[in-house]
Each structure stands twice: as C-alpha cells, then as structure tokens.
C-alpha cells in the first residue's frame, strides 16, 4: 500500500472523511516519509488532520506540543472517541497520575501524547523521551516561537533543544495559523527544522459570511442584542476590546434574557474555566470575551463571531472571526467599527511600551510594523472591494474556483508580512460578488469631498490647532454660538464656508482625514485637531479626497428561499435573491423535513453529550448531523457514507441515531 492510500484509508477509518482538504495530503505524506513540514492554515482548515492522521500510521508515538493545557482534555477526549487513542501530561495531573500516563505511552497503549512547551524541560520528561521511541512532533501553534508574532511564549524556544537532546530525531510538523513572512521564518530558525516542505493553504473560508457595520459605539450593544435576540438557538462569540466592556454586555444580554458568559484574563482561573466550560458544552449560546479566548478553541459550532471593536491587524481577525464554522456550515463573521476605534488603536500603538527589552530604534521598528498591520485592517473596515478577496490577497492568495473567474487578472504578488506589503483591497475593481460577504451585497456611493476636506484644513490652520472638531464644525457651517466668540470666527476667511454641507458630513469628512493622516487629533483631555503627517497634500493643486458610503444593501425579498438561507447564514436581510441563484458557496439548502430531522438528531446528540460528559461537538460535529438528515442512514453502510462517521463512531453511537432516523421516516410515512 501506498502512503497515500494508507493515509486516505486511516482518513476515512478514524475521521470519517472521503477526501483530504487542501494542503492536508502533501503536509500527511511529507511527515509519513519524514520529511519536516510547515503548515500554515487559518483557523478551522484544518491542521490538526496533518498530524492526526500521520500519528495514526506512524510506528513511534506522536508528541503534539501545545500551549493551551485547559484545552487538552478535550482534544484528547476527540480523539479516543475517534478511536485514535491520545493522552496528555500536565500541571493538573499530580506526579502519580503523570507517572501512569507515561508509562501507558511507553508501553505503546497511546499514539498522540499532548503537552505544553514547559513540560519539554523537565527531567522526568527528557527521560521518558530518549526511552520511548518518537516518530513525530507536532507543534501547534507554532508561530508562539517568534517574538514578531502577537503570542510569543518564551517556553517555545526550548523546543530546539529538547528536540536536539533525543538519541534519533523525529520528523517535525509546525502548525500556525498565522502567516507573516518574517514569522515562518522564525518558526523555521528556531525550531530547527530540516529543509521542511512549506504549505499554505486555503486562507478563504467561503462558508464564512463577512459582514462590516459602521456604527456609532453608542449603538453598538444594542445592534449586539438584537443579533444574539434573532439567533438564539446559535452558538456564537463576541469579542470586545476591554474586560469591562465583555462584563457590562455579557451582564445587559443576560438581562435581557439572552445567556452569555463573560471571560477575559482578570477572571480567576476557576471563573474563566467554567465559562468556557459553558459555552463548549452549550450550556450557554453566547461568551463575550477579550482577546484571551479562543486560542485553540476547537468548537466547531459556533456559528457567529462578533467584534465589538476594530482589531488591530488583519492576522488578529481572522484567528478570531475564524473560529465561526469550524464545520464548514454557513457562519457569520460581523465588525462593528468606526472612526474613533481608528483613533483608539492608533493612540495605544503609540503609546505602547511592551518591547521594553528592545533599543528604542527596535521599538520603532515593531511600532512601524503594527502600524502598517492596522492599516491593513482600516483597509478592510473601508474598502468597497469583495471582504473575502480582501482578505486573501491580503494573505498573499488570490482566490480562485467558486469566485467569478473573469477578475483575476491581478497576479499573486502580495508577500505576506513584506515592509512594503500592499495592504490589500482595491486593486483591480472589477466588478465581483461572492455572495457571502456584506460588500458583495451592497452598493456604495463614493462621494468627492475635496472641497470639504480643504475647508477643514484651512480651518484648522485659523484656529491655529486650538480646538476640538465640535468648533471646527461650527466655525465652517458659520455658527453664531456663544462659545466660539472668543476665537473671533467671523474674521476667518473659512467662517461659513461649508453652509451648505450638513454636520454630519463634515464630521465624516474630518474623522476620515484623521485616520488617514491629514489630521491629529491630540491626545488628552482636550481632543484637539492639529495637523496630520499629510496636511500639506491638502492643499495641493491636485489633491482629491472621497469618502464612501454605503448606500443600499439588497433584500432578499421575502422568498422562502431567501429566508431559510438567511437562517443558515446567521439571518440579516442582506443576502439578496441574486447570491441564492449563484451557488458561489456552494451551500446546501435543506428542505423542512430535513430540518425537522436534524433538530431530532441535535436533541439526541445533546443527551449523548450529557450522558457521557463531553461537549456536544465531541459526539458529532453540526456539519456531520446535518448530513446524517440528507442521507437519513438506516443501515451501517449508510451510516459510514455520512461526513465525519468512521467506524469507531458507528460502533459508539450508530445503532442510537440510526433508530432516531429509522422514526423519524416511520413518522414522516403514516
Ligand atoms: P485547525 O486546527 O486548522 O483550526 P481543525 O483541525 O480543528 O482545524 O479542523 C477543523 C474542522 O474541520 C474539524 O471539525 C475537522 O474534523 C474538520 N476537518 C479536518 N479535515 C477535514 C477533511 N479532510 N474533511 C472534512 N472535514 C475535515
């Protein structure tokens, strides 16, 4: 047998799938034939597979090196339902309890062995691995080696030199989601990887709906409210800047009568556990959460992200919006933003002084790097451009397949994590609608603000930069307020200027400029607009300014259709009539009956959960009940043609799902 074919087999037999994704069998063959890999996937394309897989196949055991021990125990429990049998040693297990797992794995009962990168340098640990014969080590998030990542962990740099102190050296596998040159790199570098094989992968997520909202932050809880109102049943996350803020809307949803979870770093350890705890076993929908969650979340319904608050790079979002739809199902993705997020982000970069080991030329330098990452994220909040193209080019990808094929004409140039990278979007504005994103489903109006943005340039040099935007307003649209006569306004030669142009355009107009540079806007208690890095573009000959707006997003207009795939995507109105015609993602429309059964089959699967006590998703995946409801399996052949079924699955659980189907028709025929 081939290693191809032994790989497909063991696919199938453990995992219950037909077919590889993109990237997994190069990266699965290369480890089988002990070639190093790096594999670079987002979130959910699935990595862990490339090892998994390998583990299963190889003659010594796995080791998978990662950073989240809370996580273990679920990831192990995944895989011994699988029938891949896995274990793990760490801090929560007293010395004896590790002792035994050892020796389990010793005496070969144990394929993969899970544990963070500080165990690696322990005595009792480098024992056990020059006695036991290893064939693979996996290390998952792996860009945690590299300080240029925003997740160093000083703990994996010790990693070369466990690996360099075994008797035979294994093959090693890195995985990260994060894709930045300079971060490969690093992860090669350190690790010490042997000439690898360097995969990158599949960095569009078509089941993902991307979705940009500008909105005032007054109204952005209540917008989060009525999401979370409209999707109940649905698991999702919501991300928020700070800890008070994931605390003050986690408390609002509750009291509204929508259960969430808070969790942020602050929590104790037991706190923050049993949010998470909630969440994966879905006894609670909804967390609301700092950055701090989700590293290594693998739940793989959660069928909508929502940031609360812009990121600060590109990288950042995608991690995190991409924990929605983990199973390939239809998920949403939303950002909320607006301009004072910019400002928000811009002052902390400034004033942000975690690099103190750095000489302040390298601080610069790291600051100058965030700085063009969050310009790439200002770029996406702003573009008109397809989010999904946004998104891959950004990454250095240029989509191909179930995207309209005449708009490619741009070639693949964009290096990711390159000093001079483009930071995505515009380019080449052929028209292009993917159907799953919130720009593909609107239209925008770009309007010619020139003469307005001059206006307040000049205006702002009458001042003098003395004042905040709220008189610069005043002062253009010739306000006669009492608070102003200090200044004298009626002798400025901009007093009155702008008469005509109404105050919230003008406000648009100069909080754009400040983000894009023309402007400052002081820091303090006073935000005082002073001048940009680029005000003297302002008053070019040819200086040109447009803002954009978005001036109609299409209605599916009520067919049924258009409903039950506003369902599946997380329910806005924006998905129009024309993106259920086009099958750009390839989506499933079910039918009632199938509906009706998968809701059965969600119940069943949900006291399995309780019964054993795992997490729901352990027992099958939404993507897997979802199928098992097309193809209604009566008979274990049947059973194991349903995706994500291998034969440990039907042994454990065939016989109960297949009698809940087997009643369901009997039902469906009287
Ligand atoms: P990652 O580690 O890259 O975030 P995972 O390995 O957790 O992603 O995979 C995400 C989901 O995709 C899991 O539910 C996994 O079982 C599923 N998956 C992985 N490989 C395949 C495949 N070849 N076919 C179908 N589903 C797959």
Not at 49 to 70: D, F, H, K, R, W
Not at 317 to 343: F, H, K
Not at 452 to 470: F, K, L
Request: glycine residues 8%; charged residues 25%.
């Amino acid at each position: 047998m081939t290693s191809q074919q032994a790989a497909l087999g063991a696919l199938k037999r453990y995992f219950g799938y037909d077919s590889f994704r993109p990237g997994q069998q190069g990266i699965v063959e290369s480890l089988l034939e002990g070639q190093d890999v790096l594999g670079v996937m987002p979130t959910g394309a699935g990595k862990s597979v490339c090892y998994q897989v390998p583990a299963a196949l190889l003659p010594g055991i796995t080791i998978v090196v990662s950073p989240l021990i809370s996580l273990m125990r679920d990831q192990v429990d995944a895989l011994n339902d699988l029938g891949l049998t896995a274990a793990f040693v760490n801090a929560t297990q007293t010395p004896d309890e590790q002792s035994m797992v050892l020796a389990q794995v010793a005496a070969g009962q144990v394929r993969l062995l899970y544990v963070a990168p500080e165990r690696l340098e322990t005595g009792r640990f480098r024992d056990f691995a020059v006695r036991t014969p290893i064939s693979l080590i996996a290390v998952d998030e792996a860009h945690c080696v590299s300080q240029w990542g925003q997740d160093f962990r000083s703990s994996y740099l010790g990693i070369g030199g466990f690996i360099a102190s075994l008797p035979t050296r294994p093959t090693i596998g890195a995985f990260t989601a994060t894709a930045t040159e300079r971060v490969r790199q690093d992860i090669i570098t350190i690790l010490g990887l042997r000439n690898p094989t360097v995969t990158v992968t599949g960095f569009d997520r078509p089941n993902l709906y991307f979705d940009v909202v500008k909105l005032e932050s007054k109204y952005k809880a209540a917008w989060i409210a009525r999401y979370v109102a409209d999707h109940e049943d649905e698991s999702g996350i919501i991300y928020c800047a700070t800890r008070k803020e994931t605390e003050a809307l986690a408390a609002a949803l509750n009291q509204m009568g929508h259960p969430a979870v808070a969790y942020h770093g602050g929590m104790s350890p037991e706190v923050r556990e049993q949010a998470q705890r909630d969440f994966i076993t879905d006894r609670v929908p909804v967390v609301v959460a700092t950055n701090a969650f989700g590293m290594g979340i693998d739940k793989s319904n959660v069928r909508f992200v929502i940031h609360h608050n812009m990121p600060e790079s590109i990288e950042a979002y995608y991690q995190e919006a991409g924990r929605a739809g983990r199973d390939g199902e239809p998920s949403r993705c939303t950002l909320l933003w607006n301009e004072s997020d910019i400002v928000t982000r811009r002052r902390l970069l400034d004033t942000d002084y975690e690099n103190e080991r750095l000489t302040p030329e390298e601080q610069e330098i790291v600051r100058q790097s965030k700085r063009r990452l969050l310009d790439g994220m200002v770029g996406y909040c702003r573009t008109t451009d397809c989010l999904h193209r946004y998104m891959t080019r950004y990454f250095g990808q240029e989509l191909e397949d179930s995207f309209d094929r005449t708009d490619h004409a741009v070639g693949g140039d964009a290096h990711c994590g390159d000093a001079d990278r483009d930071t995505g979007g515009d380019r080449g504005a052929a028209p292009h609608k993917c159907g799953a994103c919130s720009n593909c489903e609107s239209t925008f109006e770009t309007i010619d603000v020139t003469r307005v943005a001059r206006a307040i340039s000049r205006c702002v040099h009458d001042v003098n930069q003395r004042v905040g935007s709220g008189k610069i307003v005043k002062i253009l649209r010739g306000s006669k307020a009492q608070d102003l006569a200090w200044l004298n306004p009626e002798q400025m030669p901009t007093f009155g200027m702008l008469k005509d142009v109404n105050e919230a355009r003008i406000r648009d107009v100069l909080s754009q400029m400040a983000t894009d540079g023309f402007l400052f806007i002081a820091e303090g208690r006073l935000p005082i607009v002073m001048f940009g890095k680029r005000a003297a573009e302002t008053a070019a000959a040819d200086f040109h300014y447009e803002i954009k707006r978005v001036e109609r997003r299409s209605v599916a207009a009520g067919s049924s259709a258009g409903a039950k795939r506003n369902r599946l995507h997380g329910g806005a109105s924006v998905i129009s009539a024309d993106a259920l015609a086009g099958s750009a993602l390839g989506l499933y429309v079910p039918d009632d009956d199938e509906e009706a059964l998968f809701q059965k089959l969600r119940d069943l699967r949900r006291t399995i959960a309780q019964e054993i006590g795992k997490p729901p998703y352990i027992v099958f995946s939404d993507k897997t009940l979802r199928d098992m409801a097309r193809i209604k399996p009566v008979t274990n052949a049947q059973f194991l043609a349903v995706n994500g079924v291998g034969q440990h699955k039907l042994d454990l659980y065939g016989q109960r799902f297949m009698q809940t189907v087997a009643l369901f028709n009997a039902g469906n025929m009287q």
